[in-house]
């Protein structure tokens, strides 16, 4: 966004101001309209939709989270299914040599330290995507703790912040915790690598983000879930997730509007892998120009 | 400047006869901006009461008081019991205060009685400086420094040292970890100990010193003297000094938030992570939405109280205090 920002002034000589307050904020804060537009890493839920009247959720931007970890005597990309994941996180599997973690790394010795799952405290996109990922693969992930930016994982220890989880994994033996892989590539994580429906094993790179995205085929208002995506997409990364622009229908700022997130949805994307992001689908770029053109002056 | 020499200065202008528009409305704009500034306040504080409570009201109607007795906070199936924050809270601020009192008073008695006259002024604003570092940073130094420090010595020794004691061996479990209750209080302490310190040296300069030299006279050591002139005197101001800290304690959020851990849950050991009122309230009230945002107001509601409580009584102590000083 801060990228998008300078060089959107640079080129138009247009400023767009954006304040970071957190996605529960910007979308009450786009319901009062007391803002042009907003931003979320999560879609608005429908009741969320209908009391910001006239408002439209549009994908413009793509990324990824990873469960990084910190273990000793453990190579890099170690391997988990989505499944053994949400055991580590609803405390059923709590050893990293328990069998389940072991039938998926053969070859590899595993130590018996204790695993100590991370998670955000505070309300976040990674929270979102890491949750709505489990829940697709596991039924009782999904109904103990549920999809949101905010939930009650059973066990575990809280960060506060990226900066707090990555803290707790590098500085827990045994730590594994949710991050966009941005964040684990700028600091050298170990991450581990999560089985796909095609049951293949990609690393979160650039290519297998967009094949996650690829499988969005059209965008829906309520917005659209990558996680988990179909075996057709072979070496898509399970756990992508789109973040979304909300803008209202009627705005008296709609060509500024239009123009600025027209330009995100084009020239804007090429930043995006730059920093670790993927690109927008072709097919998503349009259907959100197409949403785009229902916003109207007022 | 003396006393003459001010009133030869003031007096030209006071006798002047030409005086500007400034002047001349001088007392009047002094009472309405004072009075102006005043007033603010005043409605700053019932305006922010107001909408705390007004936001609070439908988890208030909702949850009634079952609210402090129940611990579980699930957004997602929008159930909210704040007894494992208020715990966190209870055990972070009064362990703080337990480490801070003595060592505040330490400090104070070093600064007032004991230390070299030349000394007394740099080590009190050292300690003040103290008050002045953001809490984002010392929470940040508490995850990259403190933690690791913790997990592999501090906890461990206090474990072996103090673990086998029958009841509070039990605040001192066998599992150690980067976040928890103890680096909270410890950081806790870190911040109340300019509070309370420079607080009660304040208290410790109104003990009057013919008091102190008639202790020495008839024969006392300094530490007689301390014990029985001292101490007693200023006991009222420092419980009041240990109030304000407690405050502050109850209401630190992010620095809190940064190194309690963030996992629900009430347990006798220090070493596990924990919650906090206040850091729940820092971390999740931007993210929150519907019931989340008035679970957390009613949260906030409660801090208010507690904070309105802690002042009252502290103010009810200093007047004491002041009463008694009135009188000798």
């Known amino acids: 966004m801060s990228k998008w ?13 954006y304040g970071a307050v957190g996605s529960g904020a910007g979308i009450e804060q786009i319901t009062a309209r007391t803002v042009d537009f907003g931003a979320s890493d999560a879609p608005m839920t429908s009741d969320q939709l ?43 599997v709590t050893a990293w040599n328990d069998p389940a973690i072991a039938k998926l790394n053969p070859g590899v010795s ?36 549920g999809t949101a930016t905010e939930v009650k994982f059973p066990i575990g220890v809280g960060g506060n912040g990226s900066d707090g989880v990555a803290a707790s994994v590098s500085k827990t033996d045994g730590a594994i915790g949710y991050l966009t892989i941005a964040y684990v590539n700028s600091n050298g994580f170990n991450y581990a690598l999560l089985q796909n429906a095609a049951g293949n094993y990609p690393k979160a790179t650039i290519p297998a983000i967009n094949a996650a995205a690829a499988t969005a085929k059209s965008v829906p208002p309520s917005g659209v879930s990558i996680v988990d995506p179909p075996a057709s997409a072979k070496n898509a990364w399970p756990d992508s997730t789109f973040t979304y622009v909300i803008v209202p229908t009627s705005t008296d ?38 949403a785009l053109n229902k916003v109207d002056s007022s | 400047m003396t006393t003459e020499s001010a009133a030869a200065s003031l007096g030209p202008a006071l006798s002047g006869r030409r005086r500007g528009i400034l002047d001349r409305f001088g007392d009047r704009g002094l009472y309405l901006i004072t009075l102006a500034a005043a007033i603010g306040s005043v409605v700053i504080l019932g305006g922010l009461t107001y909408k ?29 019991g704040a007894a494992q924050l208020l715990y966190g809270t209870a055990v972070s601020s009064f362990g703080a205060l337990l480490l801070a009192t003595p ?69 001192f479990g066998g599992e150690y970890g980067i976040v928890g209750l103890f680096p909270a209080i410890v950081i ?141």
């Open chain 2, 188 to 328: 806790l302490t870190i911040m109340t100990v300019p509070i309370v310190s420079s607080l009660t040296r304040e208290i410790f300069t109104t003990v009057p010193p013919t008091a102190k030299e008639g202790a020495l006279a008839l024969g006392g050591t300094r530490w007689e003297m301390i014990k029985t002139v001292v101490l007693p005197y200023s006991r009222p101001g420092i419980v009041a000094a240990v109030m304000l800290g407690l405050g502050r304690a109850v209401g630190e959020a992010i620095a809190v938030s940064q190194v309690i851990g963030g996992a629900p849950g009430i347990h006798a050991n220090l070493f596990l992570p924990a919650q906090s009122a206040a850091g729940q309230i820092a971390a999740q009230y931007l993210g929150a939405t519907g019931p989340a945002t008035a679970a957390l107001a009613y949260l906030a509601v409660i801090l208010l109280l507690l904070s309105v409580v802690f002042n009252a009584m502290a103010r009810i102590l200093v007047r004491a205090v002041q009463q008694r000083a009135s009188q000798t």
């Open chain 2, 103 to 171: 060592l505040s008073i330490a400090i104070a008695l070093f600064l007032t009685e004991l230390a070299p006259r030349g000394t007394r002024t740099p080590i009190a604003t050292l300690v003040e400086l103290l008050a002045g570092i953001p809490s984002v940073i010392l929470g940040l130094w508490g995850i990259l420094v403190l933690g690791p420090a913790m997990q592999s010595t501090i906890e461990p020794a206090l474990h072996s040292a103090l673990g086998w004691i029958p009841v509070i061996g039990s605040l």
């Open chain 2, 52 to 80: 705390v409570i007004d936001e609070a009201s439908s988890a208030i109607s909702s949850y009634g008081l079952g609210f402090l007795t129940t611990s579980n906070w699930d957004p997602v199936h929008e159930q909210f």
């Open chain 1, 5 to 17: 920002q300078s060089d959107y002034a640079s080129r138009t000589g247009d400023t767009v101001t």
């Open chain 1, 110 to 145: 595993l130590p018996s330290t204790k695993i100590t799952p991370v998670y955000r405290t505070d309300g976040s996109g990674d929270t979102y995507a890491f949750t709505d990922y489990l829940s697709h693969v596991s039924p009782e992930f999904d109904s103990t703790v």
């Open chain 1, 50 to 92: 209908s009391a910001c009247k006239g408002c439209i959720q549009v994908p413009w931007s793509l990324g990824a989270v990873v469960p990084a970890y910190n273990l000793s005597g453990a190579p890099n990309n170690l391997k988990l299914t989505g499944q053994v994941l949400a055991e580590i996180y609803l405390g059923n």
């Open chain 1, 253 to 290: 700022k709609a060509d500024a509007l239009k123009k600025f997130i027209t330009y995100a949805l084009g020239a804007g994307q090429s930043f995006a892998e730059g920093l670790g992001y993927g690109t927008l689908p072709k097919q998503v770029v349009s259907d959100s120009k197409a």
